[in-house]
């Protein structure tokens, strides 16, 4: 495999069907794709995804390959988990979504979440002794759940057994894209 080959991965996105920051998932969903990883997308109903730009105005419209309860989460090498404030904040009330998030982790597998992503990762439970980055106003929420927040660009915590890639926003595409290329092509199994 070279640096950048991610063919043979499969990665899994969560989000709801509203709200999801559009190149949070579309941006990642492209680039994958492009080097030839398989990935699904997962909502919570089979409806049409309507992303967002800017957390207001209307982006493009995708439709998922299934819904939160049809994923198993041990066919995926890497969660993806974008941000949207909507999104993210309906996505960590939905208990399909922090129970992918605990397979994921507890198996060794990496996460990578962008901006408000982490929030379902905070409400999994799994962060605690994990060192991130995330929108800023989800630093307290953080700290609260035993992270150690920091404002940089990209974060990769490998420690308790799993990896953990995070991004700020959308600008910080370009690292947490080169993160989650270098997480697939270690061989996870």
Same mark, same amino acid.
């Given at each position: %495999?070279?640096?950048?080959?991610?063919? %043979?991965?499969?990665?899994?996105?969560?989000?709801?069907?509203?709200?999801?920051?559009?190149?949070?998932? @579309?941006?990642?969903?492209?680039?994958?794709?492009?080097?030839?990883?398989?990935?699904?997308?997962?909502?919570?109903?089979?409806?049409?995804?309507?992303?967002?730009?800017?957390d207001r105005?209307?982006?493009?419209?995708?439709?998922?390959?299934?819904?939160?309860?049809?994923?198993?989460?041990?066919?995926?090498?890497?969660?993806?988990?974008?941000?949207g404030t909507?999104?993210?904040?309906?996505?960590?009330?939905?208990?399909?979504?922090?129970?992918?998030?605990?397979?994921?982790?507890?198996?060794?597998?990496?996460?990578?979440?962008?901006?408000?992503?982490?929030?379902?990762?905070?409400?999994?439970?799994?962060? !605690?002794?994990?060192? @991130?980055?995330?929108?800023?106003?989800?630093?307290?929420?953080?700290?609260?759940?035993?992270?150690?927040?920091?404002?940089?660009?990209?974060?990769?915590?490998?420690?308790?057994?799993?990896?953990?890639?995070?991004?700020?926003?959308?600008?910080?595409?370009?690292?947490? @894209?080169? !993160?989650?290329?270098?997480?697939?092509?270690?061989?996870?199994?």
């Amino acid at each position: %495999m070279s640096d950048n080959d991610v063919s %043979m991965r499969r990665v899994l996105a969560i989000v709801t069907n509203y709200g999801v920051e559009q190149d949070e998932l @579309l941006v990642p969903l492209e680039h994958l794709r492009g080097w030839g990883a398989d990935v699904d997308v997962a909502a919570v109903s089979a409806d049409d995804i309507q992303t967002l730009v800017g957390d207001r105005a209307p982006g493009k419209t995708i439709r998922p390959e299934l819904t939160l309860s049809d994923v198993d989460p041990a066919d995926y090498d890497l969660l993806l988990v974008p941000g949207g404030t909507l999104n993210a904040d309906t996505l960590r009330r939905q208990e399909s979504a922090t129970g992918i998030v605990r397979s994921f982790t507890s198996s060794g597998r990496p996460v990578a979440a962008i901006c408000h992503g982490p929030w379902t990762l905070v409400e999994a439970g799994v962060i !605690e002794g994990k060192r @991130l980055t995330s929108y800023r106003s989800l630093r307290t929420d953080i700290a609260n759940a035993g992270g150690e927040w920091d404002d940089e660009p990209v974060i990769k915590d490998d420690s308790h057994g799993w990896t953990l890639i995070t991004s700020r926003n959308p600008d910080d595409l370009e690292p947490f @894209l080169r !993160e989650i290329d270098a997480a697939l092509a270690v061989d996870t199994h």
